[in-house]
């Protein structure tokens, strides 16, 4: 008789991911679930045996601190106090009076209906539906942790603790002694330490809603007490506009529309166009700042200027970069369609002499490039927008004229599996997560251009995940370890070269040699315990990388 063939920590985590994607594909077309259901709770199994890095201890007793911050600042605020929550395509609410929530880290806008319901925005098709529902079956996951500290066995009584924490929150105002009581007693109920807890409340305070952290936990609490005690279920559901528009490009297609329009107007679509898929700020602030801001940094380095503009007190001098841009060719064009990627067009045959801190010796007009900057997709938005941004711009008066499209550079923010916060990553292929699904590409960039930086430098391959809420480290170590030679994960990549390789190698919609690049920088490495997206943001660890990424995209644009 044969050895008994186990499965590895790696390939359990794998199942558990599919069921969770099988799950709520299933959820979606049925319409709606219940997280306490057959279904939420298939939800939640599988979350529990993945155990993502992300989401910490949740698998344990005590509540994961670190993990909820992340999703609260992902969720529109309020959303623990709803029993129905309604995802929804864009159907006019933005017409009504009610003012759209929108989360701080994930740009979408979201309506609270009543005291009820909260209705959430898709717009950025199936990566968006995903990530919601993964951070809500956590966010049940850590309801149910609270519901169990405190409710009496075989009762329908609660513990000392939980009164007094429901009395405090019912108050107008806590003096510093009452706040501190309270946080004594939730830090019995979420089994934390006193300083733990004292930290994470000094994290959600604003000064709009000082008590926010004791109102969340509260209202976490709440919502599972009265499920389990009264039977009145929570509820998710999938609007019917939502499930017949998903997967149709409709946003996509308008936003593109829009941005060919544009083009047009301005006679610029024979012009070499180079994509370049980043922040609102870096391209611009490469281009302009160092002569915008003469007077305030006569002998700065150009890195200490770009940290000063990072910073949030300094909107006077993001003000005086933006003017200078707009008076040198800058078009902004601010997204309408529901996508929410913003969009910036340089006209470089504008742009007058000493204005720019790059020099280019081309002089014909029409050969002077175009460079045309897009905020960041959402996984899958990415190849809906980059597909519909390469198509052939069909009007009344053409049956369809090809855009000039002369290169795509894509950079960004990615998990790293070897290194630290700030270091780079130049992707040599695209691999699909739960797939062999890989997209081989020969990248402008290599790792050579950035050595000398004092930046560690990897090239290799990078897995484009499903979400990156949903990684644990026996897969991530089984991506480093194994002959894919992976060296980074984030969520675009492959959606974007699938995009580029359709329209340049079938469609013929765009030049066959047209250039890519790709380039990240290291946001996490969720190989570190404590160094996982939920531990902080970078701060100005982001500002070198980010702005030499910029910088050898754009003289690569401009040297070609």
């Excluded at 002077?368 to 959402?378: E, G, L, T």
């Amino acid at each position: 008789m044969g050895k008994a063939i186990t499965t590895t920590r790696a390939q359990e985590s794998t199942n558990a991911i599919e069921r969770m994607y099988i799950t709520m594909r299933h959820l979606f077309n049925r319409g709606f679930y219940k997280p306490n259901g057959v279904s939420g709770e298939a939800l939640k199994n599988a979350l529990l045996q993945l155990r993502p890095e992300i989401y910490g201890s949740v698998a344990e007793e005590k509540a994961e601190l670190n993990g909820l911050i992340y999703v609260l600042e992902r969720l529109p605020e309020g959303i623990e106090q709803c029993t129905f929550i309604n995802l929804t395509s864009d159907e006019g609410y933005g017409a009504s009076h009610i003012n759209p929530i929108i989360p701080p880290k994930r740009r979408r806008n979201c309506y609270r209906i009543d005291d009820e319901q909260m209705n959430i925005e898709i717009t950025r098709g199936r990566s968006d539906i995903y990530d919601i529902l993964t951070h809500l079956t956590f966010l049940f996951i850590e309801s149910e942790k609270i519901c169990n500290r405190v409710l009496i066995p075989e009762t329908e009584k609660t513990i000392r603790d939980w009164t007094k924490l429901e009395n405090a929150v019912n108050k107008e105002e806590l003096t510093q002694e009452e706040r501190e009581i309270a946080l004594i007693h939730t830090a019995n109920i979420l089994g934390r330490s006193f300083e733990e807890i004292l930290e994470v409340y000094k994290k959600f305070s604003t000064k709009t809603n000082p008590e926010r952290f004791l109102k969340v936990i509260y209202w976490l609490g709440k919502l599972a007490l009265e499920e389990e005690i009264s039977g009145e279920k929570r509820a998710i559901t999938f609007s019917a506009l939502l499930r017949e528009r998903l997967g149709h490009h409709i946003h996509g297609e308008i936003w593109a529309n829009n941005i060919k329009s544009v083009l047009v107007k301005h006679n610029l679509q024979h012009r070499p166009i180079h994509i370049i898929s980043a922040n609102m700020h870096s391209v611009m602030n490469s281009l302009f700042a160092k002569a915008a801001l003469t007077s305030e940094f006569s002998d700065a380095d150009s890195l200490d200027i770009f940290e000063a503009l990072s910073s949030p007190g300094n909107a006077e001098l993001r003000k005086k970069v933006t003017e200078l841009a707009e008076i040198n060719g800058m078009i902004s064009i601010d997204d309408t369609s529901g996508t929410n990627i913003d969009v910036q067009i340089f006209d470089t045959a504008k742009i007058k002499v000493d204005n720019c801190s790059y020099e280019f010796s081309i002089e014909e007009i029409d050969k002077k490039p175009v460079i045309f900057v897009m905020d960041y997709a959402f996984g899958e938005q990415a190849y809906e927008t980059i597909d519909e941004l390469l198509k052939p711009y069909i009007t009344k008066k053409n049956n369809g004229s090809l855009i000039n499209v002369d290169s795509v550079s894509i950079m960004g923010k990615a998990g790293i599996l070897e290194g630290g916060k700030g270091d780079l990553m130049i992707p040599s292929a695209h691999i699909f997560e739960g797939t062999a699904d890989n997209y081989p590409f020969r990248n402008e960039l290599c790792a050579k251009d950035f050595e000398g930086y004092g930046l560690k430098v990897f090239e290799g391959t990078m897995v484009t995940v499903l979400g990156t809420s949903l990684q644990n480290k026996d897969i991530l170590k089984f991506f480093h370890k194994s002959t894919w030679n992976v060296i980074g994960l984030e969520m675009e990549g492959v959606h974007y070269q699938k995009a580029i390789q359709s329209a340049s190698k079938i469609r013929k919609s765009i030049s066959e040699d047209v250039k890519v690049r790709y380039a990240y920088y290291a946001s996490d490495n969720p190989l570190e315990t404590g160094s996982t997206l939920a531990s902080g943001g970078l701060g100005t660890t982001g500002v070198k990388p980010t702005y030499l990424i910029t910088d050898k995209i754009l003289k690569q644009i401009f040297n070609s």
